[in-house]
């Protein structure tokens, strides 16, 4: 695989007064308590991890997890307390301004929770600010930006004030926003929390359609588990600014590292979440259906076919070669008694 | 026991006062002492002790320490007074170039800057002042005298009336639409009709100066102090201190550093509207929420790109909120500024009100409470007004405004034309109406006051007798009664009590100030009569606000009605009391309370609203009667607003105070006015000034410990 696009090295964000010297005198071993009595907060907490490209993370966590100060650090809105971070190898740390707003200029957008458009100017208008500031003539931008009020759909709209439009449609214009200069990086921080849960479903299919289209390096954050779910390709879940686990969502809901992972994961139905793949055994050659399952189905989409049978199902793969198997008790034992063996 | 530990903030406050009247009880008046005698900075007499600190000679009535503190401050005055001298003429002399004598001259810097700044300001004036009206000033800066006499035609012809006012009618109705365009309109024709015209360009073309360069500078400290914690940091003290500060008092150094005229009070205006800008600029892009600002630096703008081109405009209403406070300062300054000999219709007023005809005074002060509203309501629709889309209209009609303005140039300079023509006597009517030949009402208005005297002279004059021999002679005497000891005692412990020992020390330096400064007894007096307005206006504001609160439209009524009498420079109150009551405290008094009562009743009304709904439907769910719900919810919830509204009731208060030395009172005022014709007076004039400030910043740093304290108790901010 090549270069990581983004890659973590023990990221540290501490919030106060004298927060590096005491990084450096606790040598690599933060205990958030010992540090508040301090005066300190900490925001992130030894984050490592890579994203390679095309590849959605999403980073979940509840309030106060350190999962938006995390975004920040990779996007150097605040600087890190320590540890290092690439940007295409690029060591984000030691960019100095000019070579900071360069980057952003062209390799990152990033959308916001509360939408941050700015009041003042209409739908192409926001949409076309981060071509202007660059120094693109006005009608190019412009013209740019109608393609991206186009690819979200809110063309006939584009001379509305962000005053005008509903949150919905108001953050798709954070969207084309951050696309307009056609980044590599795309983040964006819980984009969709300040939605109706309807227009959130929309915005997701919407996101995913688009995500498919342009094949961005994506972090994602969130406080939605099922989101996290649903968009993911892989998973960091925070606590207390420390990443608890960092996997495929079939993994953690399958494995979780920790009990706190596991509460989430207890409320989640599986059979929404995993593939045949997940779950299947290996390949076997007695007492076979003649029922053949993709390995790459919702278990949900195939459960009640291969519930219908008595013998075990082969699964193969888009080459129609066999790859594993899967007996019908199995998909009884994922949906229902998942559970009951990790209490 | 048990008491004190439930309520030890009552039992504190009890054991304060027993031992504040313990002190006043203890410490005996000495015989020497009389009032007025305690400063005598301007009599000599052998009774009095000196000192000698800096290098200058103090001299006073020496008292029981406990009694009246020494004035230990007393060299400050002089001691300013002989720095600005030193400053101005003697500080750093350089060559300077003189253009009339074709030599160089050696000047100190600070008076060439001082003569260069009056230059450039009186430049700027003139030219506004002569596009308005017409004059000469304008061409002569680029010519000379000799040169306009030998050619007549050379100077600015000024613009027809009739066009200004079309202008403002245009204005009003870009802003805000057909209301305001109509409501400019008759302001306008209202002043020209009666013949107000010239004075009150000579006001407008004021404001035009100082308020946009107020603006710029304060636009441009509150992005510093914004930027920079420290810069704030420098700032607040002094925006602090010229917020309490009396406008009258900061006249007064002006004059020694430009002298007497527009420019001078061009440049103190300045100094007076910039702090209020800075704080609303501060806050303004303090309410910006953060995720804007990131989304700027996620689009990649520069620092110059983040500022102008997204917080500026994200925080616009508030930085326009900003611009209506700075025209409305400029304008009640371009009024007062009228006793350093601005021109415009404060000096009318001034000059109407010196010569007690009432009539005069009622006139200019009417227009000026008309150009007041105008100005506040253009400024607010400014504020309030929504950017509109207009990339689908046509050149013409986005331009509209822009060829009425033009169509009306045309017509107003073709009536005016012809009126030449008409108006045979030498006056075009169609130009300018000239003062003397304007509608005049001032006849009408005096024989109104004469005949209130005549009908009802007898009673003011028992109602006046009785207040002052009764409730304002006994109070003034108990205030001067107080020990300064016993006095420092009572604020300080108030300030322990409430915000521990961090306001304590904070409101004792403020004290000590005033109590070893030579005017202690004045601001005794100052504060009783404040005291007095504060009580009264409090109960009629508060009683008032409560009433009008019962019903949704008379509350918004009574806010309207704030919101008007509140853009009337302080100084026109004075008009219609002096006019009631004549030269007396009384009059005085009756002004204080009618300004200070404007606060207390918006922020009764402001207050009692800003309690959630949720709270109201609660607290009828829970089956109150109106009287418990106002009682039990409705005030311990305001009150902490209603106390912000005192803090204001009381800045009002002790600036009516003070303008209310015009009429005659003992108090610190009456030096403030003394010292503006006096010319050693800056010194005392700025003294008497922080004094007053420093009153003010005395109940402002109480009250808002205290209501922040009660705000957070209450969950509310």
Known sequence: MSEPVIKCESVYKIFGENSKKMLEEANGNVDAKTFQEKGCIVGVNNASFEVSKGEMLVVMGLSGSGKSTLLRCISRLTDATGGKIFIEGQDLLQLNNKELIDLRRNKMGMVFQSFALLPHKTVVENIAFPLQIKGIKTEDSISKAMDMVKLVGLDGRENYFPRELSGGQQQRVGIARSLAVEPDIWFLDEPFSALDPLIRKEMQDEFLRLQEKLQKTIMFITHDFDEALKLADRIAIMKDGIIEQLDTPANIVLNPATEYVRKFTEEVPREKVLLIEDVMDAATSDNLSDLKVSKDEIIENVAEKILTQEKTVVVIDNNNKIVGSINPSKIINTVFGGRKNSN | ?717
């Open chain 2, 1 to 717: 026991m048990e008491l004190i530990k439930k309520y030890p903030k009552l039992f504190q406050w009890l054991f304060l006062l027993i031992v504040f009247f313990a002190l006043c009880f203890a410490i005996d008046v000495p015989e020497t002492y009389k009032f007025i005698r305690g400063q005598a900075e301007f009599i000599k007499d052998p009774n009095q002790s000196t000192y000698v600190l800096f290098g200058k000679e103090v001299r006073y009535y020496a008292f029981d320490v406990f009694w009246r503190l020494p004035p230990l401050l007393g060299w400050l005055p002089i001691w300013i007074n002989d720095s600005l001298f030193f400053l101005m003429n003697e500080w750093m002399p350089m060559e300077f170039w003189n253009e009339d004598t074709q030599e160089f001259k050696t000047r100190p810097l600070l008076l060439q800057i001082s003569r260069n700044l009056t230059y450039f300001m009186t430049f700027l004036i003139e030219l506004i002042r002569e596009i308005l009206i017409g004059g000469k000033n304008t061409v002569v800066a680029f010519t000379s005298w000799e040169w306009i006499s030998e050619n007549p035609w050379a100077e600015l012809p000024g613009l027809p009336w009739t066009i200004v006012a079309a202008g403002a009618a245009i204005l009003g109705y870009k802003l805000s639409g057909k209301g305001l365009a109509l409501f400019a309109g008759l302001v306008m024709i209202y002043i020209s009709i009666f013949g107000q015209w010239k004075p009150s360009m000579q006001t407008l073309s004021f404001i035009l100066i100082a308020a946009p360069l107020s603006f710029i500078f304060g636009l441009g400290l509150g992005i510093a102090a914004f930027k920079s914690k420290r810069v704030e940091k420098a700032l607040y003290p002094i925006i602090l201190v010229m917020q309490t500060m009396p406008q009258y008092a900061v006249l007064v150094p002006a004059m020694v550093l430009f002298g007497v005229g527009d420019h001078a009070a061009v440049i103190i205006t300045m100094v007076v509207a910039i702090p209020p800008m800075i704080l609303l600029t501060l806050l303004g892009l303090r309410a910006i929420p953060p995720e804007v600002i990131e989304a700027g630096k996620m689009s990649g703008c520069n620092n110059w790109q983040l500022m102008f081109k997204v917080l500026i405009p994200t925080a616009r209403r508030d930085i326009l909120i900003g611009v209506n406070q700075v025209i409305m300062v400029c304008f009640s300054m371009a009024v007062i500024s009228a006793f350093i000999a601005a021109k415009g219709l404060g000096y009318n007023l001034l000059l109407a009100l010196n010569r007690l005809d009432i009539g005069l005074a009622l006139e200019a002060g009417l227009c000026i409470s008309l150009i007041a509203i105008l100005l506040d309501k253009m400024s607010l629709a400014w504020a309030n007004k929504q950017i509109d889309y207009f990339g689908n209209l046509t050149f013409f009609q986005r331009h509209k405004n822009t060829y009425l303005f033009g169509f009306a140039v045309i017509l107003g300079i073709i009536f005016a034309y012809f009126g030449s023509f008409y108006f045979k006597e030498g006056y075009n009517y169609l130009f300018e109406v000239p003062h003397n030949k304007g509608i005049s009402t001032a006849d009408f208005w005096n024989k109104g006051v004469d005949w209130i005297f005549d009908a009802f002279f007898v009673y003011i004059k028992a109602f006046n007798t009785w207040l002052i021999v009764e409730v304002l002679q006994p109070m003034r005497a108990l205030y001067l009664r107080m020990p300064a000891v016993a006095t420092l005692v009572l604020v300080v412990g108030a300030g322990y009590i409430i915000g521990g020992i961090r306001s304590a020390l904070v409101v004792c330096g403020l004290t000590l100030f005033i109590a070893l400064s030579p005017w202690w007894d004045r601001a005794l007096v100052t504060t009783y009569m404040a005291t007095f307005g504060v009580i009264i206006s409090c109960i009629i504001g508060f009683t008032v606000g409560t009433l009008c609160f019962q019903n949704k439209h008379s509350a918004s009524f009574m806010l309207a009605v704030c919101d008007i009498f509140q853009t009337f420079p302080s100084f026109v109150y004075l008009i219609p009391v002096m006019m009631l009551f004549g030269i007396t405290d009384t009059s005085v008094l009756i002004a204080v309370i009618v300004y200070a009562t404007i606060p207390a009743t918006r922020y009764t009304i402001e207050g009692l609203r800003s309690v959630p709904a949720a709270l109201h439907d609660a607290a009828t769910m829970s089956g109150v009667t109106k009287f418990q719900r106002l009682f039990k919810i409705e005030f311990p919830l305001a009150f902490p607003h209603m106390m912000l509204g005192l803090n204001q009731t009381i800045v009002f208060a002790l600036f009516m105070v003070i303008i209310g030395a015009f009429i005659g009172t003992e108090d610190l005022g009456q030096y403030i006015l003394k010292a503006l014709s006096d010319k050693k007076g800056a010194g005392i004039g700025l003294t008497l000034g922080f004094c007053v400030a420093f009153i003010g910043l005395i109940f402002d740093n109480l009250i808002r410990t205290w209501v922040n304290q009660r705000k957070k108790h209450l969950g509310i901010s």
